[in-house]
């Protein structure tokens, strides 16, 4: 918490200043009552009437004044508070786009967004709160006890009395509450869990007759949440009444003592009025610092979570200086490539040496976890070797900028990702500024032509984020047509043609075949209809090459392969 | 999707957020609140008498301690009384101890039975708040699981979700705070008017000047901040749906090298965010702040003309100070009636969205003398069977198929083709348009529902397990299944021998997303889930594109022996389950567009047969 309002320091003039305001405030609050024990004291005692509108004046412009201070610090906190959070916002979100997949992997994506969302909105309220009210606290709190021993001394003994009470009854019941209250997240998602387990499975459910058993189930964890919510709410109950009691017992005794003091001749009707008001503030100061401590905590570990984002720094960074190739053409060379994930006991690829030629088709299939997506996102450096290298036209990947090293690729990635905006916009995403016909001619390679013209606004239709408007063939269509805009030297199909039919998928990869002629394509493929008539097939098994060369020389020299083809196609179709 | 559901978010934070917490935010309107008010108050008559104790306990409470304050005035009145006689040098002058005493008796007594009944109060209304909430969600429990399928198929899982937490929650928080806070607050403001009324109307009519400036002050404000808390809560919401898209889509912002173009588009809206923000802040900021402004206007005039007053005697100096308290204590109730009049609101638009699931269109009940098959056969007829999702998109039409026991129905076609509607109309999922559907010669209208669908097994492709054990998602199908018979199972599935490389075996607890298991051992499980369950009729989707080659072998085989002597609809990708097949049923935009043999399709020459050639003669294809 402490480490993020560091980023405070442009405000630091605007801090100040409120502080400043905040603390003339709060003089302006605790001056009030000892006017008002003057106006007692010497107005009415005496009688003095022009005395007593002279200082009702008075105590109207210092109102007043005070007013004017606490409007000047809410515009200035707010500023402050919104401006911080909106220069952490940024910060954290930067830094998050710098990151590579690694990072990504670390952290996870659902994370990241809470942190860069909800996590800096959960800072940010708090430091609207603190520059609002908690620092006045400790000012009303000092300043009470302060107007309070100038009032009357030994009067405050009282409070000296009271204060550890009323914070031991805080502390008690805090005690009690927390606990509860952190058990009340956990039964709350476990109710939430069977819900969406009933959500999600309700056809199973009802295939299996289960619908009462999963009554019971919510009925059980309805209930148990609910004797917990009530619990809480009996100890929470307590603490308003509590608080109340103190300070309505502390304004007994401060009349029975003051009474005394006055009754020896120490002490004034008015300033007695005055003490108490004083040890009001005094103890709602108290309860606002209570507060504090309810609502720093969860902000606190928003900001460690923030501050973990802030203290990841990418590990993929470019060089220094940066190669360029002189004669970029798309040769791809693996060599001894070897990568394991962080904390991984196996490599997820390990020893990979191939070449991919320009115009060549190079396809690479295996079983799921065998390493097929991770050696092509080495490629385009999602992540780096651990042992090796990959080179692109004699470089390593390693030496040329990430910019440089990926405007050579056009990439299809597995999962289909489209964003919000037009068809047209996805698609030129790939060449940002690019034509119509260049569109145009990009969807119909990619098949995307016939349904984009069926949509109520051609290439102008709106794709929901994430695209769930579209049928997952239809995604991947326009996903292929965005890498393909880009006119690349390398192209990588990561499994992109999975939701596609047979027929599309056979009418695509014809229309492919002329347009990627002389750029180096690597397919992965669970099918093997689609990979078998590719240049070089290569076969992974646990991350290992287990076979490279054409369809015909695998079927004969790799057994894995062999097992792949037979469990797809039956002995006639392979003759 | 994600974006609306965001901004749908209700500030559930009002309650823990104190009185000035929700002021200014802008507030849902419900559509109907005199009836759904009604209605929710229908769920709190059980507890009508606890509610009656709740509000005698809370008037209580409330009177106590707005007594108070007049009486501690008395005790100020007697001190001023005795040290003006003392002053005055009256003989045998001393301020009333006695008198002092009794009065502090009596304030003790008070502020104890007043904080007593509001502690008795709230932790009455305690358990009437949660039981209330507990009633309403199992009502919604009870109510979804006699809503049909298109209900969960036309409604997304989170909003469903959101209504029975979010909504919920704001209900309870409602009950729990904000009614008794309504009690306390008119009694507290009545009350304070009628103490004041008793001490001095002159006074009274004073500090009931400033109420117009409050009102004033208030409305003004919130008005405006309700705009500013609107624009923000839109820029807020825009900018989630830009860090979303971008961290979801992180990969290909890369690949593309666009990381600047989002950050400066982050930048943009960052920067509409900060300019609502800071204003709704400021804003709802200043409110406190007048209003203290206002009291003091009060209390200033309460002061200087009190103090007139007392010097004219016309009233004591103890009044005069029960008046400062009093004053200072009317501003509270009016902002916190304000405030819940908002809450109040909200609570009940939510109410409304909970009400409004309670009342969708269940399921055609059961007939009282529906039958029961005991040994099913799995004789599956279809005559006549008309269906459609929507009116005029009509999708089956005169469908008519004799399936004879044991006999198995491939259904063919190209991904999202609808192939899981033969499925709703088989379980009765959903309701037909016409004609019928039998199972051994009984019309499946005709069935316990409950009896119908455990003639059917299920295995598809999303497989569904529970947070559970291996052993308690196995035998989910049948619970009285013995453990000899659920391992049985797991080995006819091929599922025994990975189960028990597990480190618990099958105690093995599945997590939330069963993310445990790979893609192919989870279908396993629900294989084996299947054969326990032992149906008569079998649905099957062979579709296993995410699943590694060996286990796809394992997963072939444990299919073929459930398949061993059922009728079976099979959502075939493999071409010999569909060569095999008794019946092939080919599909395309969600209608049945062929039927019958492979020999017979091939001979037709239609989409079955170009579908077919296509698949295995891709390479051909630019000779077409």
């Not at chain 1, 504090?292 to 990418?314: G, H, K, Q």
């Not at chain 2, 000035?20 to 935010?25: A, E, L």
């Not at chain 2, 200087?304 to 008046?323: C, L, N, W």
């Amino acid at each position: 918490m402490i480490k993020l309002y560091k980023l405070l320091k442009p405000f630091t003039m605007s801090v100040m200043a409120v502080l400043m305001l905040v603390f003339l405030q709060t003089l302006s609050e605790l001056y009030l009552p000892t006017l008002m024990s003057d106006l007692v004291d010497i107005g009415i005692v005496n009688g003095d009437t022009d005395y007593i509108i002279q200082i009702g004046l008075f105590m109207l412009l210092i109102a007043l004044a005070g007013t004017v201070c606490s409007v000047i610090a809410s515009f200035l906190s707010a500023k402050v508070a919104v401006g911080f959070g909106s220069n952490l916002r940024e910060k954290v979100f930067s830094q998050i786009e710098s990151f590579s997949l690694h990072e990504f992997d670390k952290l996870g994506t659902a994370t990241l967004i809470t942190r860069t969302t909800n996590d800096i909105t959960q800072v940010q309220m708090v430091t609207v709160m603190i520059l609002r009210m908690m620092l006045m606290a400790p000012l009303m709190c000092i300043g009470g006890i302060i107007m309070a021993l100038s009032e009357d001394r030994p009067l405050t003994i009282i409070l000296l009395v009271v204060m550890p009470i009323l914070a031991a009854a805080i502390g008690i019941i805090a005690k009690k509450g927390i606990p509860l209250f952190k058990l009340m997240q956990v039964k709350l998602d476990k109710l939430n869990l069977v819900l969406r387990e009933n959500l999600t499975g309700i056809r199973v459910i009802r295939a299996f007759d289960r619908s009462d058993y999963e009554k019971r189930r919510f009925e059980e964890a309805n209930a148990d949440l609910t004797s917990n919510a009530i619990k809480v709410n009996i100890i929470m109950a307590a603490l308003m009444p509590i608080m109340l009691l103190i300070m309505n017992l502390t304004t007994v005794a401060i009349i029975w003592f003051g009474g005394i003091r006055i009754d020896s001749g120490g002490m004034q009707v008015g300033s007695l009025m005055a003490f108490i008001q004083y040890a009001m503030q005094i103890m709602f100061s108290l309860l606002m610092v209570s507060l504090m401590f309810v609502m720093i905590p969860r902000a606190a570990a928003s900001a460690v979570r923030i501050n973990e984002v802030l203290d990841t720094f990418p590990e993929i960074i470019d060089p220094l200086p940066a190669q360029q190739a002189d004669e970029p053409r798309g040769l791809v060379e693996f060599k001894d490539a070897s990568f394991s994930y962080p904390g991984a006991e196996q490599p997820a690829v390990s020893h990979i040496s191939f070449t991919a030629r320009p115009g060549e088709v190079n396809a690479i299939i295996g079983g799921t976890g065998s390493g097929k997506s991770t050696l092509i996102n080495l490629i385009p450096r999602f992540y780096d070797v651990n042992e090796g290298s990959i080179l692109i036209d004699g470089i390593d990947v390693r030496d040329y900028t990430q910019a440089d090293l990926r405007s050579k690729i056009g990439l299809v990635p597995q999962k289909t990702l489209l964003f919000a905006g037009s068809v047209s916009e996805n698609i030129s995403y790939g060449k940002p500024g690019a034509t119509q016909e260049e569109i145009h001619a990009a969807a119909a390679i990619a098949q995307a032509s016939e349904f984009v013209a069926a949509m109520q606004g051609g290439f102008d239709s709106a794709v929901a984020q994430g695209g769930t408007t579209l049928s997952g063939g239809q995604k991947q269509r326009i996903s292929i047509a965005r890498a393909l805009i880009r006119r690349a030297q390398i192209y990588i199909f990561d499994d992109s043609f999975s939701a596609l039919d047979f027929k599309t998928d056979a009418r695509l990869r014809t229309a492919l075949k002329k347009v990627i002629s002389s750029s180096t394509v690597f397919i992965i493929a669970q099918r093997v209809t689609t990979v078998m008539d590719a240049d070089q097939i290569i076969v992974l098994d646990d991350g290992k090459m287990v076979g490279r060369g054409k369809h015909k020389e695998l079927l004969e020299s790799c057994a894995v392969y062999r097992e792949i083809v037979y469990s797809q196609l039956s002995e006639e179709e392979l003759a | 999707m994600m974006k609306g559901e965001r901004m749908k978010k209700r500030p559930a934070g009002n309650h823990s957020m104190g009185p000035m917490g929700g002021m200014g935010r802008p507030v849902e309107k419900p559509k109907n609140f005199k009836g759904t008010f009604k209605r929710l108050l229908g769920y709190l008559k059980p507890r009508s008498l606890q509610l009656v104790l709740v509000f005698i306990f809370a008037v209580l409470s409330t009177i106590f301690s707005i007594l108070s304050p007049k009486i501690m005035g008395q005790a100020t009145t007697k001190l001023f009384e005795g040290l003006m006689l003392k002053l005055k040098h009256v003989p045998g002058a001393h301020i009333d101890f006695a008198y002092i005493q009794h009065i502090v008796f009596v304030l003790i007594g008070l502020y104890v039975a007043s904080a007593l009944f509001a502690y008795i109060q709230q932790y009455i209304m305690a358990g009437v708040a949660q039981k209330t909430v507990y009633d309403l969600r199992q009502a919604i429990s009870r109510k979804l699981s006699s809503l049909p399928l298109k209900f969960f198929d036309s409604h997304s899982h989170g909003e469903i979700l959101s209504r029975v937490t979010n909504d919920i929650d704001n209900i309870a928080a409602t009950l729990q705070q904000s009614l008794t806070q309504l009690i306390t607050s008119v009694v507290t403001l009545l009350g304070i008017i009628v103490m004041m009324l008793t001490i001095s109307p002159m006074l009274t009519l004073i500090t009931l000047i400033t109420l117009p400036l409050y009102a004033l002050v208030t409305s003004r404000i919130a008005s405006r901040s309700q705009t500013y808390f609107a624009a923000q809560q839109k820029s807020l919401g825009e900018l989630n749906g830009h860090v979303e898209e971008m961290f979801t889509g992180h990969q290909v912002v890369k690949a593309f090298g666009h990381e600047q173009e989002s950050i400066e588009e982050f930048k943009t809206i960052n920067q509409k965010l900060y300019q609502a923000g800071w204003k709704a802040q400021f804003i709802s900021g200043i409110i406190m702040p007048l209003m203290t402004f206002i009291g003091n206007i009060g209390y200033v005039l309460i002061c200087v003309v009190g103090g007139i007053m007392v010097s004219s005697r016309s009233i004591t100096i103890g009044d005069v100070q029960a008046f400062i308290q009093y004053s200072r204590q009317f501003t509270h109730p009016i902002v916190q009636v304000a405030n819940i009049a908002n809450v109040i609101q909200s609570t009940i638009a939510s109410a409304e969205r909970v009400f409004e699931i309670l009342d969708e269109l269940e399921e055609v009940p059961e007939s009282n003398n529906a039958k029961f098959i005991e040994f099913p056969k799995g004789h599956v007829k279809l005559e006549n069977v008309k269906f459609s999702y929507k009116e005029d998109f009509p999708l089956i039409e005169n469908m008519n198929i004799d399936i004879k026991p044991g006999q198995t129905i491939a259904i063919v076609g190209p991904t999202g083709a609808g192939k899981t509607t033969l499925v709703n109309l088989l379980m009765r999922f959903y309701e037909l348009d016409g004609g019928k559907i039998s199972i051994d010669g009984v019309d499946i209208k005709e069935i316990k529902r409950g009896n119908l669908r455990s003639i059917f097994g299920m295995v598809l492709q999303d497989t569904w397990l529970f947070n559970g054990t291996i052993r308690e998602n196995i035998a989910y199908g049948r619970e009285e299944a013995s453990e000899e018979e659920i391992i049985q199972a797991a080995g006819a599935a091929h599922a025994d021998h990975f189960i028990r490389t597990l480190p618990d075996g099958y105690n093995t607890i599945l997590n939330e997303e069963a993310s445990n298991l790979s893609q192919g051992q989870k279908q396993l499980l629900t294989i084996a889930r299947a054969i326990l369950a032992d149906p008569a009729i079998l649905i099957l989707d062979e579709a296993t594109s995410s699943v590694d080659t060996r286990t796809e072998v394992y997963i072939q085989k444990a299919m073929a022996a459930l398949m061993e002597g059922r009728t079976s609809f099979v959502i075939a990708h493999r071409l010999s389950t569909i060569r095999d097949a008794g019946l092939i049923l080919v599909m395309n935009d969600g209608k049945v567009i062929e039927k019958g043999s492979h020999k017979e399709l091939m001979a037709k020459g239609g989409f079955y047969a170009d579908l077919y050639n296509s698949q295995f003669t891709g390479a051909d294809l630019e000779a077409v």
